[in-house]
Protein backbone atom coordinates (compact mmCIF):
# COMPACT_ATOMS: atom_id res chain seq x y z
CA UNK A 1 0.00 0.00 0.00
CA UNK A 2 2.07 3.13 -1.04
CA UNK A 3 -0.47 5.41 1.40
CA UNK A 4 -1.96 8.86 0.61
CA UNK A 5 -0.07 10.31 -2.52
CA UNK A 6 -0.01 13.94 -3.11
CA UNK A 7 1.50 15.83 -5.62
CA UNK A 8 3.18 18.00 -6.27
CA UNK A 9 5.17 18.03 -3.69
CA UNK A 10 6.43 21.69 -3.70
CA UNK A 11 4.93 24.55 -6.05
CA UNK A 12 5.39 27.84 -6.52
CA UNK A 13 3.53 30.26 -8.38
CA UNK A 14 2.75 33.86 -9.07
CA UNK A 15 -0.28 35.76 -7.36
CA UNK A 16 -3.13 35.35 -9.80
CA UNK A 17 -2.30 32.15 -11.57
CA UNK A 18 -3.85 28.80 -11.04
CA UNK A 19 -3.53 26.50 -8.69
CA UNK A 20 -3.87 22.55 -8.51
CA UNK A 21 -3.51 20.15 -6.06
CA UNK A 22 -3.75 16.17 -6.49
CA UNK A 23 -4.50 13.23 -4.27
CA UNK A 24 -5.23 9.96 -4.50
CA UNK A 25 -6.32 8.08 -1.49
CA UNK A 26 -5.96 4.79 -0.25
CA UNK A 27 -7.54 2.33 -2.26
CA UNK A 28 -11.10 1.45 0.03
CA UNK A 29 -11.03 4.51 2.05
CA UNK A 30 -14.64 6.03 1.63
CA UNK A 31 -14.08 9.14 3.50
CA UNK A 32 -11.22 12.02 1.65
CA UNK A 33 -10.00 15.64 3.94
CA UNK A 34 -8.49 18.40 2.91
CA UNK A 35 -6.56 20.54 5.27
CA UNK A 36 -4.19 23.49 5.00
CA UNK A 37 -1.76 23.90 7.65
CA UNK A 38 -0.07 27.47 8.40
CA UNK A 39 2.02 28.72 11.53
CA UNK A 40 -0.46 31.07 12.50
CA UNK A 41 -3.58 29.11 12.37
CA UNK A 42 -1.89 25.39 12.59
CA UNK A 43 -3.91 22.51 11.04
CA UNK A 44 -7.69 23.51 9.30
CA UNK A 45 -9.99 21.53 7.41
CA UNK A 46 -11.18 22.74 4.68
CA UNK A 47 -13.92 20.27 2.98
CA UNK A 48 -14.26 16.20 3.46
CA UNK A 49 -15.95 14.04 0.73
CA UNK A 50 -17.78 11.14 1.73
CA UNK A 51 -18.22 8.42 -1.29
CA UNK A 52 -16.95 10.86 -3.30
CA UNK A 53 -19.56 13.51 -2.28
CA UNK A 54 -18.20 16.24 -0.46
CA UNK A 55 -20.16 16.52 2.87
CA UNK A 56 -18.82 19.73 4.60
CA UNK A 57 -17.31 22.74 2.93
CA UNK A 58 -17.31 25.22 5.75
CA UNK A 59 -13.64 25.40 6.09
CA UNK A 60 -12.77 26.18 2.52
CA UNK A 61 -11.85 29.78 2.92
CA UNK A 62 -13.32 31.60 -0.42
CA UNK A 63 -15.05 30.74 -3.06
CA UNK A 64 -11.73 31.12 -4.90
CA UNK A 65 -10.90 27.57 -3.56
CA UNK A 66 -12.78 24.69 -5.14
CA UNK A 67 -12.13 20.81 -4.99
CA UNK A 68 -13.52 18.07 -6.61
CA UNK A 69 -13.19 14.40 -6.55
CA UNK A 70 -14.48 12.55 -9.74
CA UNK A 71 -13.78 9.16 -8.76
CA UNK A 72 -12.51 6.95 -5.45
CA UNK A 73 -9.03 7.77 -6.18
CA UNK A 74 -9.00 11.04 -7.11
CA UNK A 75 -9.29 14.46 -6.20
CA UNK A 76 -8.23 18.03 -6.67
CA UNK A 77 -7.88 21.22 -4.69
CA UNK A 78 -7.78 24.02 -6.97
CA UNK A 79 -7.09 27.75 -5.86
CA UNK A 80 -7.79 30.32 -8.91
CA UNK A 81 -6.76 33.42 -8.32
CA UNK A 82 -4.09 32.55 -5.91
CA UNK A 83 -2.80 34.92 -3.25
CA UNK A 84 0.11 35.29 -1.13
CA UNK A 85 -1.69 34.38 1.60
CA UNK A 86 -2.64 31.35 0.49
CA UNK A 87 1.10 29.87 0.71
CA UNK A 88 0.71 26.90 3.03
CA UNK A 89 1.19 23.36 3.49
CA UNK A 90 -1.68 21.18 2.29
CA UNK A 91 -2.64 17.94 3.27
CA UNK A 92 -4.86 15.75 1.72
CA UNK A 93 -5.67 12.44 4.31
CA UNK A 94 -8.40 9.79 3.65
CA UNK A 95 -10.18 7.20 6.31
CA UNK A 96 -12.18 4.68 6.82
CA UNK A 97 -14.71 6.02 9.04
CA UNK A 98 -14.26 5.92 12.94
CA UNK A 99 -11.72 4.32 15.15
CA UNK A 100 -8.71 4.05 12.63
CA UNK A 101 -8.03 7.87 12.29
CA UNK A 102 -7.00 9.58 9.24
CA UNK A 103 -4.03 8.39 7.28
CA UNK A 104 -2.41 11.65 5.90
CA UNK A 105 -0.10 12.19 2.76
CA UNK A 106 2.82 13.80 3.03
CA UNK A 107 1.68 17.36 1.55
CA UNK A 108 2.43 19.70 -1.05
CA UNK A 109 4.35 23.11 0.29
CA UNK A 110 2.76 26.06 -1.93
CA UNK A 111 4.35 29.84 -2.33
CA UNK A 112 2.81 32.09 -3.96
CA UNK A 113 4.91 35.05 -4.92
CA UNK B 1 -17.03 24.30 21.31
CA UNK B 2 -14.60 22.51 18.84
CA UNK B 3 -11.67 23.16 21.02
CA UNK B 4 -8.71 21.04 21.36
CA UNK B 5 -6.17 22.65 23.88
CA UNK B 6 -2.42 21.60 24.27
CA UNK B 7 0.58 23.90 24.95
CA UNK B 8 2.62 24.74 22.13
CA UNK B 9 6.24 24.20 23.28
CA UNK B 10 7.61 21.24 25.80
CA UNK B 11 11.71 20.57 26.39
CA UNK B 12 13.04 17.51 27.33
CA UNK B 13 16.70 15.92 28.67
CA UNK B 14 17.34 13.40 26.63
CA UNK B 15 16.17 9.90 28.46
CA UNK B 16 13.63 11.36 30.53
CA UNK B 17 10.17 11.08 30.04
CA UNK B 18 8.07 13.31 28.11
CA UNK B 19 4.77 13.87 29.11
CA UNK B 20 2.42 16.24 27.16
CA UNK B 21 -0.86 17.44 27.76
CA UNK B 22 -4.62 17.93 25.93
CA UNK B 23 -7.97 18.91 27.04
CA UNK B 24 -10.86 18.48 25.23
CA UNK B 25 -14.69 19.92 25.28
CA UNK B 26 -16.61 17.49 23.63
CA UNK B 27 -17.79 15.09 26.55
CA UNK B 28 -19.42 12.48 23.51
CA UNK B 29 -16.22 11.82 21.91
CA UNK B 30 -15.50 8.42 20.62
CA UNK B 31 -11.97 7.94 19.79
CA UNK B 32 -9.10 10.40 20.85
CA UNK B 33 -5.81 10.21 18.88
CA UNK B 34 -2.02 11.09 19.15
CA UNK B 35 -0.56 12.16 15.82
CA UNK B 36 2.82 12.96 15.22
CA UNK B 37 4.69 15.04 12.67
CA UNK B 38 8.26 15.12 11.91
CA UNK B 39 9.90 17.63 9.89
CA UNK B 40 8.67 17.75 6.38
CA UNK B 41 6.19 14.98 6.27
CA UNK B 42 2.59 14.18 6.93
CA UNK B 43 1.05 14.19 10.21
CA UNK B 44 1.41 9.99 10.99
CA UNK B 45 -0.87 8.19 13.79
CA UNK B 46 1.02 7.20 16.73
CA UNK B 47 -1.76 5.87 18.96
CA UNK B 48 -5.98 6.10 19.66
CA UNK B 49 -7.79 5.07 23.10
CA UNK B 50 -11.55 4.18 23.17
CA UNK B 51 -13.17 6.88 25.29
CA UNK B 52 -13.90 4.19 27.52
CA UNK B 53 -10.76 3.11 28.63
CA UNK B 54 -8.43 4.77 31.00
CA UNK B 55 -5.04 3.71 29.84
CA UNK B 56 -3.55 2.28 26.54
CA UNK B 57 0.31 1.31 26.64
CA UNK B 58 2.56 0.62 23.50
CA UNK B 59 5.83 -0.07 23.88
CA UNK B 60 7.54 3.10 25.03
CA UNK B 61 4.41 5.06 24.80
CA UNK B 62 1.72 5.17 27.34
CA UNK B 63 -2.03 7.44 26.61
CA UNK B 64 -3.88 8.15 29.98
CA UNK B 65 -7.53 9.34 29.82
CA UNK B 66 -9.08 11.17 32.18
CA UNK B 67 -12.77 11.71 30.78
CA UNK B 68 -14.36 13.09 33.60
CA UNK B 69 -11.83 15.92 33.43
CA UNK B 70 -11.90 15.62 29.60
CA UNK B 71 -7.79 15.66 29.81
CA UNK B 72 -5.61 13.37 27.63
CA UNK B 73 -1.88 12.77 27.98
CA UNK B 74 0.71 10.93 26.56
CA UNK B 75 3.83 9.65 28.22
CA UNK B 76 7.12 8.90 26.09
CA UNK B 77 9.38 6.67 28.35
CA UNK B 78 13.26 7.13 27.34
CA UNK B 79 13.06 10.28 25.16
CA UNK B 80 15.33 9.69 22.00
CA UNK B 81 15.95 12.60 19.42
CA UNK B 82 14.67 10.50 16.88
CA UNK B 83 11.31 11.67 19.20
CA UNK B 84 11.96 15.46 17.96
CA UNK B 85 8.58 16.00 16.35
CA UNK B 86 5.26 18.10 16.31
CA UNK B 87 2.49 16.10 18.63
CA UNK B 88 -0.91 16.40 17.89
CA UNK B 89 -3.93 15.56 20.00
CA UNK B 90 -6.92 14.79 18.39
CA UNK B 91 -10.63 13.95 19.44
CA UNK B 92 -13.77 12.26 17.06
CA UNK B 93 -17.00 12.38 17.07
CA UNK B 94 -19.96 12.00 14.72
CA UNK B 95 -21.87 15.12 13.22
CA UNK B 96 -24.57 14.88 10.53
CA UNK B 97 -23.14 11.91 8.50
CA UNK B 98 -19.81 11.14 9.26
CA UNK B 99 -16.85 10.85 12.21
CA UNK B 100 -14.88 13.92 12.02
CA UNK B 101 -11.55 14.45 13.52
CA UNK B 102 -10.87 17.76 15.40
CA UNK B 103 -7.26 18.52 15.67
CA UNK B 104 -5.18 20.30 18.36
CA UNK B 105 -2.59 23.35 17.57
CA UNK B 106 0.24 20.90 18.00
CA UNK B 107 2.75 20.57 20.79
CA UNK B 108 6.95 20.90 19.36
CA UNK B 109 8.53 18.31 21.36
CA UNK B 110 12.26 19.43 21.69
CA UNK B 111 15.05 17.22 22.94
CA UNK B 112 18.41 18.53 24.55
CA UNK B 113 21.33 16.31 25.09
Known amino acids: DAGVIQSPRHEVTEMGQEVTLRCKPISGHDYLFWYRQTMMRGLELLIY????????DSGMPEDRFSAKMPNASFSTLKIQPSEPRDSAVYFC???????????FGSGTRLTVV | GEDVEQSLFLSVREGDSSVINCTYTDSSSTYLYWYKQEPGAGLQLLTY?????DMKQDQRLTVLLNKKDKHLSLRIADTQTGDSAIYFCAESRRDSSASKIIFGSGTRLSIRP
Open chain 1, 93 to 103: ASSFPGRYGYT
Open chain 2, 49 to 53: IFSNM
Open chain 1, 49 to 56: FNNNVPID
